[in-house]
């Protein structure tokens, strides 16, 4: 059997078992294969000087590629093909790689489990049983199943970091500001990333690299800002709280491993982090209301076959498009934005939101190239990713609620506009557990060194059955 032949079937079963993908572009399937099949192997992907020429990637779908699918998981927007390619690919086309196809998400990226998808179900590669987190899930299951070397995935409030971390591969939410958001469709705008996930971190750097940087088309973004390596090996660890048995030993593995690497470690307490996901759920859910308001099915999406008049053709394609946890949302975010009770949250909720970012610059430093080397007490701070590795359905899952409280960890680096890496820290139980480091704005390149130690110390180990092609 050619190389060809072994890609394609491992690329079917594995894609069988996992259900990542919404959309799979034949022709790049049988170009991937090809690639391999004339080189036997990828050109050099894993190895830290690495060019993403002929590499294939995943795309989550709610992130613009020509002529693909843009569902966003929605029933609402399935028929919809876009007409533009976003920022973050055209760059990643430039430098030679193409997307494979388009990955299953929690429906507008609202969900932790993928399972909020209208489309398909996405199951987690370590444990077919399990989900493979959200919602990037589908992007993370790709990935780690080793259907793709990297694929991008968009993180609002966690969903790069978490299916990361209960896929086992690496993914980054960089700086809000650091990618442009050109071509993503709009959850809540002000906390919006391009992410990456990818099988280790030279390979995510590297991707970041090619997609960061000003764009005129996302006024938000900014030229990266390079601040000197910190001199002190120093990481600040957060005591975390009401961690599953394994996550905390996973977490206790990550900090002995640091200390061995020779980092010294200060326990830091944040004691705003307690009103994070709150804070996170009524910004989210207010700019969410205004965002989703443009998908009436007139201008495109699914349209009801029958209406009396333009307001009930309207009310119908929402109501028949959106799922419940959609609607959900939306009456939250039109609930805390009335008028007059604006005060009560939405205010309440920016306060919370000014005080996280103010206790994260106290431990990291600012911003600012000016005060970088003032206060620098710690290059990164190292916390959990998710309370819990990847969950169960039915039973031995997480209610809704469960799920939106332990976004605590990651939708604080949202609030705060701050990157954040999250890697495999061990694997416990069959399942992986993944830990993150949150670093100062645009200096990605320490949270990437610090994984890169951490890694190159203890490769990070895949599911069964997985067979790396791009090495
Ligand atoms: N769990 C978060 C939510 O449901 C993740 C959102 C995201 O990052 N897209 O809102």
Same mark, same amino acid.
């Given at each position: 059997?050619?190389?060809?032949?072994d890609?394609?079937?491992?690329?079917?079963?594995?894609?069988?078992?996992?259900?990542a993908?919404i959309?799979v572009?034949? &022709?790049?399937?049988?170009?991937?294969a090809?690639a391999?099949?004339?080189?036997?192997k990828m050109n050099?992907?894993?190895?830290s000087?690495?060019?993403?020429?002929?590499?294939?990637?995943?795309v989550?779908?709610?992130?613009?590629?020509?002529?693909?699918?843009?569902?966003?998981?929605?029933k609402?927007?399935s028929?919809?093909?876009?007409?533009?390619t976003a920022?973050?690919? +055209?760059?990643?086309l430039?430098?030679?790689?193409?997307?494979?196809?388009?990955?299953?998400?929690?429906?507008f990226?609202?969900?932790?489990? $993928?399972?909020?998808?209208?489309?398909?179900? %996405?199951?987690?590669?370590?444990?077919?049983s399990?989900?493979?987190?959200?919602?990037?899930?589908g992007?993370?299951?790709a990935?780690?199943?080793?259907?793709?070397?990297?694929?991008?995935?968009?993180?609002?409030?966690?969903?790069v970091?978490q299916?990361?971390?209960?896929?086992?591969?690496?993914?980054l939410?960089?700086?809000?500001?650091a990618v442009s958001?050109?071509?993503?469709?709009?959850?809540?705008?002000s906390?919006?990333?391009?992410?990456?996930?990818?099988?280790?971190?030279?390979?995510?750097?590297s991707?970041?690299?090619?997609?960061?940087?000003?764009?005129?088309r996302?006024?938000? %973004?900014?030229?990266?800002?390079?601040?000197?390596?910190?001199?002190?090996?120093?990481?600040?660890?957060l005591?975390?709280?009401?961690?599953?048995?394994?996550?905390?030993?996973?977490?206790?593995?990550?900090?002995?491993?640091? +200390?061995?690497?020779?980092?010294?470690?200060?326990?830091?307490?944040?004691?705003?982090?307690?009103?994070? &996901?709150?804070?996170?759920y $009524?910004?989210?859910t207010?700019? &969410? +209301?205004?965002?989703?308001?443009?998908?009436?099915?007139?201008?495109?999406?699914?349209? +009801?076959?029958?209406?009396?008049?333009?307001?009930?053709?309207?009310d119908?394609?929402?109501?028949?498009?959106?799922?419940?946890?959609?609607?959900?949302?939306?009456?939250?975010?039109?609930?805390?934005?009335?008028?007059?009770?604006?005060?009560?949250?939405?205010?309440?909720?920016?306060?919370?939101r000014?005080?996280?970012?103010?206790?994260?610059?106290?431990?990291?430093?600012?911003?600012k190239?000016?005060?970088?080397?003032?206060?620098?007490?710690?290059?990164?701070?190292?916390?959990?990713v998710?309370?819990?590795?990847?969950?169960?359905r039915?039973?031995?899952g997480?209610s809704?609620?469960?799920?939106?409280?332990?976004?605590l960890y990651?939708?604080?680096?949202?609030?705060?506009?701050?990157?954040?890496l999250?890697?495999q820290?061990?694997?416990?139980?069959?399942?992986?557990?993944?830990?993150?480091?949150?670093?100062r704005?645009f200096?990605?390149?320490?949270?990437?060194?610090?994984?890169?130690d951490?890694?190159?110390?203890?490769p990070?180990r895949?599911?069964?059955?997985?067979?790396?092609?791009?090495?």
């Open positions: 059997m050619s190389t060809t032949e890609f394609s079937a491992y690329f079917a079963r594995m894609e069988e078992k996992t259900g993908f959309e572009d034949a &022709a790049a399937l049988k170009k991937a090809d391999l099949d004339k080189a036997g050099g992907a894993g190895t000087a690495q060019s993403l020429c002929a590499l294939p990637f995943a989550k779908d709610n992130i613009a590629v020509e002529g693909m699918s843009l569902s966003c998981g929605s609402l927007l028929p919809v093909r876009a007409p533009y920022a973050a690919v +055209s760059k990643l430039e430098a030679g790689a193409f997307p494979l196809g388009k990955t299953n998400m929690d429906e990226g609202m969900g932790s489990s $993928t399972d909020a998808s209208a489309l398909k179900k %996405t199951n987690n590669p370590w444990d077919e399990r989900v493979a987190g959200g919602s990037s899930g992007s993370a299951a990935v780690a199943a080793g259907l793709v070397p990297f694929a991008l995935g968009s993180d609002t409030g966690g969903s970091r299916p990361a971390a209960f896929c086992g591969v690496v993914g939410k960089p700086t809000y500001g958001r050109f071509g993503l469709v709009a959850y809540a705008s906390l919006d990333t391009v992410g990456i996930l990818a099988g280790n971190t030279a390979l995510c750097k991707v970041f690299d090619v997609i960061k940087g000003k764009d005129e996302d006024q938000t %973004t900014e030229g990266s800002v390079r601040y000197p390596l910190p001199a002190k090996k120093t990481l600040a660890v005591a975390p709280q009401a961690l599953e048995k394994e996550t905390a030993a996973g977490f206790e593995k990550a900090k002995e491993r640091f +200390s061995a690497l020779g980092y010294t470690l200060i326990e830091v307490d944040i004691p705003a982090l307690k009103y994070a &996901a709150p804070a996170y $009524t910004i989210a207010a700019e &969410a +209301s205004a965002n989703l308001a443009r998908f009436d099915g007139v201008r495109y999406g699914k349209r +009801s076959s029958f209406a009396e008049n333009s307001d009930e053709l309207v119908k394609a929402r109501e028949e498009g959106f799922g419940a946890e959609v609607k959900l949302r939306i009456l939250l975010g039109t609930f805390v934005l009335r008028s007059g009770f604006q005060d009560r949250y939405y205010h309440r909720a920016q306060r919370i000014a005080a996280i970012r103010e206790s994260f610059e106290k431990i990291l430093g600012s911003r190239p000016e005060a970088a080397n003032q206060n620098v007490e710690a290059a990164a701070i190292l916390m959990p998710f309370p819990c590795r990847a969950f169960g039915g039973g031995g997480l809704a609620f469960e799920q939106k409280a332990a976004d990651t939708c604080c680096a949202n609030l705060a506009g701050l990157p954040a999250s890697f820290a061990s694997v416990e139980g069959g399942l992986p557990v993944g830990v993150q480091l949150m670093g704005a200096d990605e390149e320490t949270l990437f060194a610090l994984a890169a951490y890694e190159a110390a203890h990070f895949h599911p069964a059955e997985y067979k790396d092609w791009w090495k």
